[in-house]
Nanobody, 127 residues
Framework: QVQLVETGGGLVRTGGSLRLSCAASGRTFSRYTMGWFRQAPGKEREFVAA???????YYADSVKGRFTISRDNAKNTVYLQMNSLKFEDTAVYYC?????????????????????WGQGTQVTVSS
């Protein structure tokens, strides 16, 4: 069982930055693929970024060049650095963990591949 707790959300102006953190319980964190997803009001959940156990990284096109995902296995934590934020980045951001072997970008972006989810943290970007 893995528990995930996201922190770092908040209100920021367009063009600003935020860093989200996701702290995971459990001793096998380093074996998990970790992903960030988001859901805006009235919209479906969408993939943002993911990092595999061996460091492979994949981003959604909408955040490429602006967001950076990283992990610190010693701290059981995954991060999402968000720069140049836009109004359309406003959403609840969720951290997720996948314990199975995920070998393709397509699967990394597929929310059904992830067994564990955090409760989410709100990010609001104002103009």
């Amino acid at each position: 069982q893995v528990q995930l707790v996201e922190t770092g959300g908040g209100l920021v102006r367009t063009g600003g930055s935020l860093r989200l953190s996701c702290a995971a319980s459990g001793r096998t964190f380093s074996r998990y693929t970790m992903g960030w997803f988001r859901q805006a009001p009235g919209k479906e959940r969408e993939f943002v970024a993911a990092i595999s156990w061996n460091g492979f990284i994949y981003y959604a096109d909408s955040v490429k060049g602006r967001f950076t995902i990283s992990r610190d296995n010693a701290k059981n934590t995954v991060y999402l650095q968000m720069n140049s934020l836009k109004f359309e980045d406003t959403a609840v951001y969720y951290c997720a963990a996948a314990g199975g072997f995920i070998s393709t970008s397509q699967r990394m972006a597929d929310g059904t591949q992830y067994e564990y989810w955090g409760q989410g943290t709100q990010v609001t970007v104002s103009s």
